[in-house]
């Protein structure tokens, strides 16, 4: 046979199956519910890797009774940030999951997950299930990998967010 064949043969097999791995890499991309049910959370590419933002967050207003973390009324700020100059940024819009990659078979790895409600950051995994309709994203001490906690999300139907209490970086505001 033919070496000339034998490569342009298994150059394209490599190349197609390349092709089916990035495609089914991106099976998590989307906006998901976590179970708390008080935002919405968007995974998306960010280069190579994936990340996720809040994009969604209801009832995006300080308390009267919180006065001690912001002013009610304003929108929530991440004023838990173990970085005094981040800690007037907005929830909303905030990307806190960076640099995970796709490790195959629904299987991310290798990223950060910074949690605004302690202002923490973990290692984390996710794992996409049932065709990216669920993800299983779990969060560990970094320097103890075996200890963590593990949320499952769901994703976006047709959940409706034009409700008011919806405050949404996607929605217009007036």
């Known amino acids: 046979m033919n070496l000339r064949i034998v490569f342009s043969v298994w150059a394209i097999v ?3 199956s390349t092709a089916l791995l990035a495609q089914d890499a991106d099976v998590a991309l989307g906006r998901y519910l976590p179970p ?3 935002s919405v ?4 590419k960010c280069g190579d890797k994936y990340c996720g933002k809040t994009v969604c967050i209801k009832d995006n207003a300080y308390p009267e009774k919180d006065k ?3 002013v009610p009324g304003t929108p929530y700020l991440d004023h838990n940030n173990e970085d005094p100059k981040l800690r007037t940024r907005p929830n909303l819009g905030m990307v806190f999951i960076t640099g995970f990659d796709y490790v195959g078979e629904g299987v991310y790895k290798n990223g950060r997950i910074y949690n ?3 202002g923490k950051t973990y290692c984390g995994k996710f794992t996409a299930l049932e065709g990216g309709n669920r993800l299983d994203l779990k969060g560990t001490l970094c320097s103890i990998t075996f200890i963590g906690k593990t949320n499952n ?3 976006l139907g047709s959940m409706n967010l034009d409700d008011p209490r919806w405050d ?3 929605k217009s505001k007036k």
């Not at 959370?41 to 998306?44: D, L, P, V």
């Open 14 to 16: 490599l190349l197609s």
């Open 36 to 38: 708390e049910k008080d």
């Open 41 to 44: 959370i968007e995974i998306f």
């Open 68 to 70: 001690d973390k912001g």
């Open 116 to 118: 605004p409600r302690d």
């Open 153 to 155: 999300w769901v994703k």
């Open 168 to 170: 949404c970086t996607f």
